[in-house]
């Protein structure tokens, strides 16, 4: 049955690399980002993860925004009436109505900028929680197995996937919140209202006047729209980019300062940045057009209020029998009707930018989405932990470990074999010693075994938990994490699992004792590969392997940079400590701590001999 489900999960992971270039392919015939049927279902998608049911905080945040923007509605209304009162109280030379409107006008004013200030309070905090959501849910999937290296590494077709967890998530939930949310649900319903107050005031001709102004905005700026949500999704990118290029200067800031190469690192930061200047040009420019088309539909929406007054007034009878007070009240009246009418109808065109920009960010966080799913439906987790982390449950035989046989594999993306029918046991007792020329496949025999890269045939049998107690591999530049001097010895364990003598403990066996009299275990957070040097980083690798003493350690050149005697101690302490080794390295010291010697001679050749630990 174990190998049955051994088979199921190789097999599947097998798919994931021709999987990975039918989805690449797909995605490369996809049409430009826009607003069309799939962004509808990728906005869909977002929607859900921010509010998956109507009795979350996010949905009920909601729900208080929208109550919030129709209660300032309804100051607005009131609000708007207070000129043709002020008017009628003025022109009848009532000192005592003059008294009452100021009032009622201050009470108004007050609640409009209380209603506004809730919203925009309510708002900020709904913009806190969604991007809390998507942000929380974008991570399960990115950390979830090996997705992040599928993503950074083996699936070229995503860029930059850091930038749309942080960056793009942050902007699409501030626009989405701050200014689309409420405006699109209740706008809607402010229309339908001033329509009927329109048609009341001024007859079916003012209404239908400004419907066919709207319309007409709404038809220009689609037309412009459409470029302009391209243009953002490729400045996006090209920003991801731009900033990668930056970290990878600070990141390797000292082997360039040795080449003395800031010039030509310039040149690459300045390449990078053209590309970015390049579309953002383009985008400002379809940007007047929009804010031009904008504008001007704002400032005649202006003038058209008064011409629908003036149809009513010039145009139809029914005004004939008042005053000019009374006349005056009621083109105050029906102005600001139409007006705000105008002003909802101008609000939704003025959203063309911000509904652009959400397009732009609702496409890259959706194509995050889709790629999870696909790595997803071709993951099982039986590859990794076919004894589900049960460590008691693992067989009584001393000797279990990984089996190989058949094993070919090549590059992702790559038919080329760098192994061909390659079958080893990594058994107890038994170290193996993995030689070849630079290039020929030796460290990614090691990501065929932790199943990081795919078989291209064959079968990678675990006998033994993937976890650090059992196995562990050592690369020949550890991974330092942000964080302090115990965080570094423990990883991928948190802190508070090793206790601090255990971390002391190793890190004496590692002779990096040093270390502890300058630093303490969980005080500092630093960035460690600034502080120690390259043989100290690798020193320090050993001291989170002393702390973990795996059964299993596959070390990649874990001493290449270590003098012999420090390394003749590190490999001493392993074999004391009974760990069996799978040594990568070129060095032939190394030879007497090995009983067999697999050589990778390259285009899938190999062979498999004893060492002779007395020659």
């Not at 005649?300 to 009240?329: I, K, P, W």
Request: glycine share 6%; hydrophobic share 40%; net charge neutral.
């Amino acid at each position: 049955m174990e190998r049955v489900q051994l088979l199921t999960a190789l097999e599947q992971s097998e798919q994931r690399s021709s999987e990975a270039k039918k989805d690449g392919a797909n995605r490369t015939k996809q049409t430009t980002p826009g607003f069309d049927r799939l962004f509808a279902k990728r906005l869909w998608r977002i929607l859900r993860v921010m509010m998956p049911s109507l009795f979350k905080a996010t949905s009920l945040l909601l729900i208080l925004l929208l109550a919030l923007a129709i209660g300032e509605e309804f100051a607005v209304y009131f609000t708007g009436l207070v000129p043709s009162q002020f008017y009628g109280a003025l022109t009848s030379k009532d000192s005592e109505g003059f008294k009452t409107v100021l009032w009622k006008a201050a009470i108004c004013i007050l609640a409009v900028a209380l209603g506004k200030s809730f919203v925009q309070f309510v708002s900020g905090w709904l913009h806190v929680l969604w991007r809390k959501r998507i942000t929380e849910h974008l991570h399960r999937g990115y950390c979830r197995d090996i997705v992040y290296y599928d993503l950074n590494v083996l699936d070229p077709t995503l860029d930059n996937p850091d930038q749309r967890i942080t960056q793009d998530v942050e902007r699409f939930t501030d626009r989405l919140s701050d200014k689309v949310a409420s405006k699109l649900i209740i706008t809607p319903l402010t229309v339908v209202y001033y329509t009927y107050r329109c048609w009341e005031s001024v007859g079916y001709f003012g209404p239908l006047l400004i419907y066919i102004y709207f319309l007409l905005g709404v038809v220009v700026n689609k037309l412009i729209m459409s470029p302009i949500v391209n243009q953002v999704y490729k400045q996006e990118k090209l920003e991801g980019d731009f900033r990668f290029q930056h970290m990878q200067l600070r990141i390797h800031s000292e082997s360039v300062a040795f080449y003395r190469s800031g010039e030509t690192e310039k040149q690459r930061l300045s390449l990078k940045f053209k590309e970015l200047l390049s579309v953002q040009s383009v985008l400002v420019l379809w940007s007047f057009l929009l804010n031009s088309s904008v504008n001007v539909f704002d400032y005649l929406g202006g003038m058209l209020s008064y011409l629908v007054v003036a149809l009513g007034v010039f145009g139809t009878a029914r005004f004939d029998s008042l005053s000019a007070s009374e006349l005056s009240v009621l083109i105050s009246q029906n102005s600001f009707f139409c007006m705000y009418l105008i002003n909802q109808f101008s609000s939704l065109i003025d959203l063309s930018n911000d509904l652009s920009d959400i397009a732009g960010y609702t496409h890259r966080i959706g194509q995050l989405l889709e790629c999870f799913d696909k790595s997803s439906d071709s993951q099982d987790d039986t590859q990794k932990h076919l004894a589900d982390e049960r460590e008691n449950d693992i067989r009584a035989d001393a000797t279990a470990g990984v089996l190989l046989t058949n094993v070919s594999f090549a590059p992702p993306n790559s038919s080329q074999l760098l192994v061909e029918g390659l079958t080893v046991e990594l058994c107890r007792n038994k170290n193996v010693l993995v030689s070849g020329r630079t290039g020929v496949g030796k460290s990614s025999l090691f990501r065929v075994i932790s199943s990081v890269w795919s078989l291209s045939q064959g079968v990678v049998e675990w006998r033994i938990p993937y976890s650090p107690r059992f196995l562990f591999i050592l690369p020949q530049r550890p991974f330092l994490v942000q964080g302090s001097l115990k965080e570094q010895v423990t990883y991928p364990l948190p802190p508070a699992a090793v206790s601090d003598d255990q971390v002391r403990e190793a890190l004496a066996l590692a002779d990096m004792n040093h270390l502890m009299d300058c630093r303490h275990l969980g005080s500092e957070q630093l960035n460690w590969y600034d502080i120690l040097s390259p043989g100290e980083v690798q020193k320090l690798g050993f001291a989170r392997l002393f702390c973990h003493q795996p059964q299993y350690a596959l070390l990649d050149e874990a001493t290449s940079v270590v003098d012999e005697e420090t390394e003749t101690k590190l490999y001493d302490k392993c074999c004391e400590l009974g760990m069996c080794l799978v040594s990568i390295s070129h060095r032939t010291s190394l030879r007497k701590y090995h009983d067999v010697e697999l050589r990778i001679v390259g285009n899938g050749d190999w062979s498999l001999m004893d060492i002779d630990r007395n020659s």
